[in-house]
């Protein structure tokens, strides 16, 4: 039974009794009294005992509440890190690969270049080859033309 319900029957009872004139004392129906303070004892206990549960049960769900609260931060702390972890790795990478075609741009700068250089040795060596050779292809030309003057002096020169 409520103790609630108890109280309100104990005052029921107060109120129901009759006043001793010229005092401030009742008279009450002393088994009816007796019979509601025996559920009050018995109740009281019970009250007490669901109160301890409650609170226990309470408890119980705070301390499954603050796991599970460090559970979840835990889980987010991690998920963080490794966020920072694959940043850091992404941009690691990153300046790697920026690393990598910088030192591919220069080397192919430095190819070119080289092949520029290559191509105008090549061309003024040719020049000269053909410099040498033209000179000797006029040379070539003055002897036979000379040699023709002296065999053939009355023919006029060619040119």
């Keep these: ?13 107060f109120n129901e009794s009759r006043s001793i004139p010229f005092t401030h004392s009742v008279i009450i129906d002393e088994d009816r009294m007796l019979d509601i303070i025996d559920q009050m ?15 226990a049960q309470r408890d119980r769900i705070l301390a499954q509440a603050t796991e599970e609260a460090n559970r979840t931060l835990a889980l987010a702390r991690e998920k963080g890190e490794q966020i920072i972890d694959q ?15 910088a030192q591919a741009q220069a080397e192919a700068e430095n ?4 092949a520029d250089e290559y191509v105008i040795n090549s061309l ?11 000179t000797q292809v006029r040379n070539g030309i003055r002897k036979v033309q000379t040699d023709i003057v002296e065999k053939y002096p009355n023919q006029p020169p060619r040119e």
């Design 1 to 13: 039974m409520d103790i609630l319900h108890l109280v309100d029957r104990l005052e029921e009872l």
């Design 41 to 55: 004892k018995t109740s009281i206990p019970e009250e007490i005992k669901r109160a301890q549960q409650l609170t």
């Design 87 to 101: 940043t850091s790795i992404v941009q690691a990478a990153q300046a790697r690969a920026e690393q990598i075609q």
């Design 111 to 114: 190819t070119r270049q080289q």
């Design 124 to 134: 003024l060596a040719l020049e000269s080859e053909l410099d040498r050779t033209l």
